[in-house]
Nanobody, 115 residues
Framework: QVQLVESGGGLVQPGGSLRLSCAASGSIFRLYTMGWYRQGPGKQRDMVAKITTDFSPTYADDVKGRFTISRDSATNTVYLQMNSLKPEDTAVYYC?????????WGQGTQVTVSS
């Protein structure tokens, strides 16, 4: 059974940082490109960043230079380091394989950027 559990969200001021974690179970982590996605209020869910099994990252244009995705094969964990956060980064953040599968969506973790 595949499980993806996101954590690390919270309330942060503009310009602050957060580090999100996604713990993956099963074979999903070892086999697939993994991604972070987010869904802001009233918006569709979009990919933020993804990383291949050989550690090659890709970022959405609006987070380039601010966010860093990484993966730890020893712990089956995907991370998203978010720096220089802006109010428009406020969203629920999810991890999933890329491209995503509906059955793999977890609960997500809320990130709120506000002063």
């Amino acid at each position: 059974q595949v499980q993806l559990v996101e954590s690390g969200g919270g309330l942060v001021q503009p310009g602050g940082s957060l580090r999100l974690s996604c713990a993956a179970s099963g074979s999903i982590f070892r086999l697939y490109t993994m991604g972070w996605y987010r869904q802001g209020p009233g918006k569709q869910r979009d990919m933020v960043a993804k990383i291949t099994t050989d550690f090659s990252p890709t970022y959405a244009d609006d987070v380039k230079g601010r966010f860093t995705i990484s993966r730890d094969s020893a712990t089956n964990t995907v991370y998203l380091q978010m720096n220089s956060l802006k109010p428009e980064d406020t969203a629920v953040y999810y991890c999933n394989k890329w491209p995503p599968l509906d059955d793999y969506w977890g609960q997500g973790t809320q990130v709120t950027v506000s002063s």
